[in-house]
């Protein structure tokens, strides 16, 4: 397998997996709403097409000539749940297209945390999106590789903790999460697609080490070279208050609430036996970045 199309390709997470499954080789075409823009982050080897989500036309054109799919599609915070959701409607045509493609593999960006939804009476749409997500791609009949990843190391930089100058913690965690580099991840996907025929696989994603967030915001602020960063910490309770009045502050509560009470267990020996082990420590990163 050489051709590979990805699904959200620009996104945080899209682009590390891009990057390396060119360095692995592969020939990789991206769907994108805007080519310029897609252009100035992504390597200038991928093929990229315009298109849109919601047209199954466009995923027909751009599935024609692949042969395997990579999808990293999400809840985007300030949507609410009847809005049109990329890994649900969005998800719905690209399992049609690549049917009718007669797409030789498919690969799903999920979460390990996902699994929190009913733990503690904890119930929410977005992870119900995600739950019917994997079983759509399970039930497609194209061989599958489903990977659950832990939290990455670029949510400190690139994601919700750093603003500004400041790195933003709300509530307690309970229990640590095993931080993943996206770059190590990329090249557990490339080698996925590298060694899996017309079997089916799912992956917990996880890193070296686990830190619970306060000990994982301290060792990025110690290591991190661009400039001097301090550390806020609010209230969760705070959080889900304003969460009442704006759609994306809920989504922020929810999704802490979730990775603050998520009982995360190493579970990712077969995933480092068979596509690698990662190499990129949370300091390292840090340093990096």
């Given at each position: 397998m050489k051709r590979v199309t990805v699904f959200g390709a620009t996104g945080m997470l899209g682009q590390p997996v891009v990057k390396e499954l060119v360095d692995a080789g592969f020939?990789?075409?991206?769907?994108?709403?805007?080519?310029?823009k897609a252009r100035k982050i992504l390597p200038e080897s991928v093929n990229l097409v315009p298109g849109d989500l919601k047209n199954l036309a466009?995923?027909?054109?751009?599935?024609?000539?692949?042969?395997?799919?990579y999808l990293n599609l999400a809840v985007a915070p300030e949507s609410k749940q009847n809005d049109f959701q990329p890994e649900r409607e969005g998800l719905d045509n690209v399992i049609a297209g690549a049917k009718k493609a007669k797409v030789k593999r498919i690969a799903l960006c999920s979460s390990l945390v996902h699994r929190y939804q009913g733990m503690n009476n904890f119930n929410w749409w977005a992870f119900d999106i995600k739950h019917r997500a994997v079983e759509k791609v399970k039930a497609s009949g194209?061989?599958?590789?489903?990977?659950?990843?832990?939290?990455f190391m670029e949510n400190f930089d690139k994601g919700g903790f750093k603003q500004g100058n400041k790195m933003m913690l709300a509530g307690t965690q309970k229990f640590p999460m095993?931080?993943?580099?996206?770059?190590?991840?990329?090249?557990q996907v490339a080698k996925s697609f590298e060694i899996l025929g017309d079997e089916n696989r799912e992956y917990s994603v996880q890193g070296l080490e686990a830190f619970i967030a306060d000990e994982a915001v301290k060792i990025f602020v110690n290591n991190y070279q661009k400039e001097q960063l301090k550390i806020s910490k609010t209230p969760i309770l705070m959080l889900k208050v304003l969460g009442l009045f704006n759609q994306k502050m809920n989504y922020t509560a929810k999704i802490i609430d979730a990775l603050n009470n998520y009982p995360e267990k190493f579970e990712s020996e077969t995933t480092w036996e068979e596509l690698g082990k990662p190499q990129v420590t949370l300091a390292e990163y840090a340093r990096n970045c």
């Open positions: 020939e990789v075409t991206a769907m994108v709403r805007s080519p310029e466009d995923i027909e054109e751009v599935l024609k000539d692949t042969e395997g799919v194209i061989p599958y590789a489903i990977f659950y990843p832990s939290s095993y931080y993943i580099a996206g770059s190590d991840y990329g090249k």
